[in-house]
């Protein structure tokens, strides 16, 4: 009888431990859509930053040109590099303040998903 009990139990616990991991990877999934919602693209946040923080006005003749999508794409790393004033690359915006660190997550939330154009 006992014996029976306990094993009448075992679907029980297997579904809870199912449902449990069910649950989390969809919490997990609204974490990533949120982040999804919020998406930084080169045309919605990238593009208007270079152009308030006076990049463009500077690097429309200045090396690295960053006048288009493909320019700042492949001038990516240092661009970041740059901003966050790394050692070994000059500080940008030059003669400016430092931007603040939510415009240079949005650099780096860029490059996470994949340096989205649109
Ligand atoms: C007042 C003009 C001016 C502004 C504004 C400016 N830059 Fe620059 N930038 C320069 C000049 C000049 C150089 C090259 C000489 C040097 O490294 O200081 C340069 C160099 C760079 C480099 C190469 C750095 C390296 O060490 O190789 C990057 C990347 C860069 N700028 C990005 C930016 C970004 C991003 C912004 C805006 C946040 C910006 N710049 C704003 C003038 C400017």
Redesign the pocket.
């Known amino acids: 009888m006992r014996v029976s009990l306990k094993n009448s139990m075992v679907p029980f616990i297997l579904f809870g431990i199912g449902a449990s991991f069910v649950l989390s990877s969809c919490l997990k999934e609204k974490e990533g859509s949120a982040v999804m919602a919020a998406e930084v693209t080169y045309e919605n946040t990238i593009k208007g930053l270079?152009s308030s923080?006076?990049?463009v006005?500077?690097?429309t003749s200045?090396?690295?040109i960053?006048t288009d999508y493909t320019k700042v794409k492949d001038?990516f790393t240092?661009?970041l590099?740059?901003?966050k004033h790394d050692a070994g690359?000059?500080n940008?915006?030059?003669?400016?303040s430092k931007?603040p660190d939510a415009e240079i997550q949005a650099f780096v939330d860029w490059e996470a998903g994949s340096f989205k154009e649109n």
């Open positions: 270079l923080r006076g990049c006005g500077c690097h200045q090396s690295p960053l001038n240092v661009v590099a740059s901003i690359t000059s940008m915006p030059k003669s400016g931007m």
